[in-house]
């Protein structure tokens, strides 16, 4: 009996290797259904969709057209009119300095002045010689010019032009002599105005004198030197000056 078994496998495993192959079955494509005559196509993805979602009725797919604008782009127009400005902005930081320009070229000069519109006269003169006078009246003159405002005052003569009317202020500054009387007079034209004086001491001391004159054009002012019985000097040196006579407008008569 073993071997008749035995004999009966053999012959069935040579019969199943003798066969061929059985082909492995066909995937069976899901069935899509196509558009009747009065029916639109829908495409597979609403299908499916539409069975997932378990909805009867089939949706109709969105579509959107695309439009190549550049196609449909027209020619560059006119420029339009200029609008309204806008309001103003904040103000900015302050720029650095720039660069020095170029030196202008020299203007033409002004028209020539006259005397008659010169509303300034103003003088300061000092005498560094020491001086006895002689005579009866003795004529001061001036050798040192601190202040001489266009020249009003002649250093030749030792005499101030009155070129310009109005008020006017003096004043004389001297240094008397040790033992030596000292008298002098401020001049207006040829008459004596003010007088400075000082009697003999043993001490050499400053003395001064000032006023306010109220002077026409082409009047003088001067000083002068009168002499009596006793001699009569005013003291300076030639490296210090102590002999100083001063005079300026203060207010023109055509003002």
């Known amino acids: 009996r073993m071997r008749v078994v035995i004999l009966l496998l ?53 579509i959107q057209p695309t439009i190549d604008i550049t196609i449909l782009k027209g020619e560059k127009g006119e420029m339009g009119e200029k609008g309204f400005p806008g309001a103003a902005g904040k103000v900015g930081e302050r720029g650095l300095r720039g660069l020095s ?85 401020l001049m207006r034209n040829e008459q004596a105005v003010a007088i400075l004086y000082a009697q003999p001491s043993d001490r050499s001391i400053m003395q001064s004198q000032s006023l306010m004159l109220d002077l026409q054009e082409g009047e003088e002012v001067w000083i002068r030197m009168f002499k009596r019985e006793r001699e009569n000097a005013i003291y300076s040196e030639e490296s210090d000056v102590y002999v100083i006579f001063n005079g300026h407008l203060i207010k023109p008569a055509l003002e």
């Open 10 to 62: 053999l012959l069935s495993a040579g019969n199943a290797a003798s066969q061929p192959e059985k082909a492995l079955p066909r995937r069976r494509l899901s069935c899509v259904r196509c558009c009747g005559p009065s029916e639109q196509p829908v495409s597979i993805i609403s299908q499916r969709s539409t069975r997932m979602s378990g909805d009867p009725e089939y949706s109709v797919p969105k």
């Open 101 to 185: 320009g170029r030196k202008g070229q020299k203007g033409q000069p002004g028209p020539q002045g006259h005397s008659c519109k010169q509303l300034f006269a103003a003088f300061s003169v000092g005498r560094r010689k020491p001086l006895h006078s002689s005579d009866y009246f003795q004529h001061v003159t001036f050798d040192m010019e601190f202040v001489n405002l266009y020249q009003h005052f002649n250093m030749f003569s030792g005499k101030f032009f009155c070129y310009i009317p109005g008020i006017y202020y003096f004043s004389l500054n001297v240094h008397t002599w040790n033992f030596k009387e000292t008298y002098v007079h």
